[in-house]
């Protein structure tokens, strides 16, 4: 048992405990949470992926469920299991597939059945994502105007297409993962109304929309009444069923029957760890503001940026408006970056100095990017850190832009490299990496913005948000304030809070948000900079600008 956990139980018997679930793309994470919000204990554990051919990710059922158990039983171990109130699950938006048993089902043509995961980041369905958004169908409103190839329509049709008899025709239930943690703690196929609004094109209003599905060629799923992916809908934090099973408890470390709450999305649970947090004495700008004047943006391999409104707010590339998807009674809109905290790793792992930087941060046993940042500051001299790119600029759509471009097809760019390869110019390259994800940041808000959203504070979580050259740069870059949240684990917290809810132990998610979401560092802009950073994004759009040109030259007859 932990000191912390120590200290918890020595000075009052009866706290109340929730225990939140994460499932990222490369591990599995749990923690245990008090009613306060404050983690207690959290542990970790890595999971499998596999990549068969490029732009095909898979991932395990069986692995990620059995490293869930491990986590949770870590973090329960030596806690009185009866203040032990309720269980949270959020995960990446991955595609399951099992059959009418529940047993795992392949979803490639090796017919590798405990490979029966399509990962969120797979780009296998680009035709099929394709001749989706050809249709033109008024669903697509809902999506931005555009569907991402990451959502589960088009890799559903994919699956039909290329393995129609060995996986399509035997599949029993399609599930986002999400909704397949909460099947698997309750024997309840209910799903949770943030996966079905958010990547599935189900509306709060008006459910499944049988016409799109024939129109795309899965006529199948409307014939049995949306069995296969979802006609028990609930929202975020309800209680599913009548709680644990014996044999998931069993598993799991817990007592049989505690509350297990209806799912999120990793990022949304995020989001709901960090927006709706009390910021009284802080002197932010929205302070005394609706939490609608508030982006959460949830940064680890990709990043989303989850704003909400009050009625439905229509942005062009950028996700939404889904109603209730993460905090009940409001409009989500979500912007997205498909690779950030990914892209970062590629091109300073891949650059010549990088067994250089390796040995140099052992030596001074710093992390690579901690070392990182402190020989910027040892190079930049009289200058501020940030202007030490004037002459390299990254347009950072290494794995396409998601929003508000919505354009797979976008590569990334570099300007402005030379013949050197030392340990300098890998700084800088990382330096103009990060730069170009926080203009990235701003050209999603712009977007949010120019359709009606008034945004004036971001809220960071996630890896990413770890650390502070990252967190200044978007603080600079965007001219708004950055609020972290005092529980560096948002994530974790925010799954915690689902299960805080389902017990019954708070009257809504909006109450276990003010009180579980605390508030850590404020990072403000440096409004000096603020010419320099305009012209980086002038320079930043005439990037993508001459992409498109260039582009335009080769094809031309």
């Known amino acids: 048992m932990n000191a912390l956990l120590k200290m918890h139980s020595k000075k009052q018997t009866s706290v109340k405990y929730y225990v939140g679930i994460d499932v990222g793309s490369a591990s599995v994470r749990a923690a245990l ?29 069986a692995d990620i469920w059995a490293a869930c158990c491990v986590v949770t039983k870590k973090v329960v171990c030596g806690v009185d299991a009866r203040q032990i109130r309720g269980v949270g699950f959020d995960a990446t938006c991955s595609l399951v597939v099992v059959d009418k048993q529940f047993q795992p089902l392949a ?3 090796q017919g590798q059945n405990n490979r029966n995961v399509i990962m969120w980041m797979d780009h296998r369905a680009v035709s099929q994502v394709d001749r989706i958004n050809a249709t033109q169908h008024r669903i697509l409103n809902y999506v931005g105007g555009v569907m991402s190839v990451e959502m589960q329509p088009p890799k559903l049709l994919w699956i039909k297409e290329n393995l129609r008899e060995s996986c399509w025709e035997k599949a029993g239930y399609f599930f986002d993962l999400p909704d397949f943690l909460s099947w698997k703690a309750t024997g309840v196929t209910a799903r949770s109304l943030c996966t079905l609004v958010c990547k599935w094109t189900y509306t709060s209003d008006g459910g499944w929309d049988d016409s799109f599905w024939k129109i795309i060629g899965l006529e199948d799923l409307v014939k049995d009444k949306y069995e296969k992916i979802g006609n028990h809908v609930l929202s975020p934090g309800e209680s599913v069923g009548k709680g644990l099973t014996p044999e998931a408890a069993k ?15 990793d990022a949304h649970a995020g989001g709901l760890g960090v927006i709706g947090a009390d910021v009284r004495g802080h002197n932010l700008p929205c302070e005394n503001q609706p939490v609608t004047s508030r982006v959460a943006l949830i940064c680890g391999t990709s990043s989303c940026h989850m704003g909400v409104s009050e009625t439905p707010i229509f942005v062009p590339g950028v996700w939404g408006p889904y109603f209730s998807a993460m905090v009940p009674g409001l409009w989500l809109n979500e912007g997205g970056q498909s690779a950030t905290g990914k892209l970062i790793e590629h091109v300073v792992q891949g650059h010549v100095a990088f067994p250089e930087l390796q040995s140099k941060a052992a030596a001074s046993a710093q992390s690579i990017y901690t070392y990182l940042n402190s020989h910027l500051d040892l190079i930049k001299k009289s200058l501020p850190v940030g202007f030490l790119t004037v ?18 097809t976008l590569k990334g760019m570099v300007v402005g490299l030379t013949l050197s390869r030392g340990l300098d110019e890998l700084a800088l390259i990382y330096l103009a990496t990060i730069q170009a994800v926080a203009l990235g940041t701003r050209h999603i808000l712009e977007a949010m913005e120019a359709a009606g959203h008034h945004i004036n504070t971001l809220f960071l979580c996630g890896g990413l948000s770890k650390n502070p050259l990252f967190v200044q740069m978007h603080a600079d870059i965007t001219g708004k304030p950055v609020v972290l949240s005092k529980e560096v684990e948002s994530v974790l917290v925010g799954a915690a ?14 109450e276990a948000m003010a009180k579980m979401g605390k508030i850590g560092q ?6 000096e900079h603020k010419r320099f950073y305009d012209k980086k994004y002038e320079v930043f759009l005439k990037l993508v600008e001459h992409q498109r040109e260039y582009r335009s030259i080769m094809k031309s007859s």
């Open 251 to 265: 598993e799991l470390g817990l007592p049989e029957g505690i509350a297990v709450a209806a799912s999120l999305i």
């Open 107 to 109: 979803v490639n043509s």
């Open 33 to 61: 949470v008090d009613e306060f919000g404050t983690v207690v204990t959290h542990a970790e554990q890595p999971i499998q992926i596999w990549e068969p051919q490029p732009d095909h990710y898979e991932q395990s059922s």
């Open 497 to 510: 809070i689902l299960g805080a809810c389902a017990s019954g132990d708070f009257a809504s998610i909006q």
């Open 391 to 408: 002459d390299l600029h990254v347009w950072p759509d290494f794995h396409g832009n998601r929003s508000p471009l919505t354009d797979l």
């Open 522 to 527: 404020v990072v403000r802009p440096n409004h």
